[in-house]
């Protein structure tokens, strides 16, 4: 069974800067597209941020210019760094395998637990 688990997450002052990590077992990394979602509380889960096996990224615009996905397929890990953070950004984080090696029309294939970040005013 796949297993994905993160972590990283944590309290932080608006415009710190967190990273977050995912390291997947019985998986091989190389193989898939990954990502990160986030959900708030009362919200939907929202695609943040997703790297294709050729290292193409995507990024919501809520985040652009601030996040930056990356991967060590050797290392069997996804990464997040969160710069310039905004309260707005608190949500529980989520790593995702995606069900092909693609971003476009990212489908997920496998959770994580999920890590809450906390961003304070």
């Known amino acids: 069974q796949v297993r994905l688990v993160e972590s990283g997450g944590g309290l932080v002052q608006a415009g710190g800067s967190l990273r977050l990590s995912c390291a997947a077992s019985?998986?091989?990394?190389?193989?898939?597209?990954m990502g990160w979602y986030r959900q708030a509380p009362g919200k939907e889960h929202e695609l943040v941020a997703a790297?294709?096996?050729?290292?193409?990224?995507y990024y919501a615009d809520s985040v652009k210019g601030r996040f930056t996905i990356s991967r060590d397929n050797a290392k069997e890990t996804v990464y997040l760094q969160m710069n310039s953070l905004k309260p707005e950004d608190t949500a529980v984080y989520y790593c995702a395998r995606g069900q092909t090696g693609l971003v476009s029309g990212f489908q997920v294939g496998s959770w994580g637990q999920g890590t809450q970040v906390t961003v304070s005013s």
């Open positions: 790297i294709s096996l050729a290292g193409i990224a």
């Open positions: 019985r998986l091989t990394l190389g193989f898939y597209a």
